[in-house]
């Protein structure tokens, strides 16, 4: 079982940025895919960006350009770093870890969601 914690969630005005973490437990970090999804009041949950375990990274339309995600697998941790931040970012975003084995998933942890808003 993987436990995900995310840190780095806050209020910021309208072109601020903000950096997310999240720290994974477990020995196998490096073989997930990691992913930040995000859920606005009322919206279902999306995808906001993911990173493979070799490193291919790919966004959603809305955030190309202004978000980045990374990985350090020596620390077990992966990033996603905000900038422009509008306020149609405000939303719970949550980090999850995918485990594959060839094309099959053998499991999505998720962490608790960290909260940001973004005031115009």
């Known amino acids: 079982q993987v436990q995900l914690v995310e840190s780095g969630g806050g209020l910021v005005q309208a072109g601020g940025s903000l950096r997310l973490s999240c720290a994974a437990s477990g020995s196998t970090f490096s073989t997930y895919i990691m992913g930040w999804f995000r859920q606005a009041p009322g919206k279902q949950r999306e995808l906001v960006a993911a990173i493979s375990s070799g490193g291919s990274t790919n966004y959603a339309d809305s955030v190309k350009g202004r978000f980045t995600i990374s990985r350090d697998n020596a620390k077990n941790t992966a990033y996603l770093q905000m900038n422009s931040l509008k306020p149609e970012d405000t939303a719970v975003y949550y980090c999850?870890?995918?485990?594959?084995?060839?094309?099959?998933?053998?499991?999505?942890?998720w962490g608790q969601g960290t909260q940001v808003t973004v005031s115009s």
């Open positions: 999850n870890a995918r485990e594959m084995r060839l094309l099959t998933i053998l499991g999505d942890y």
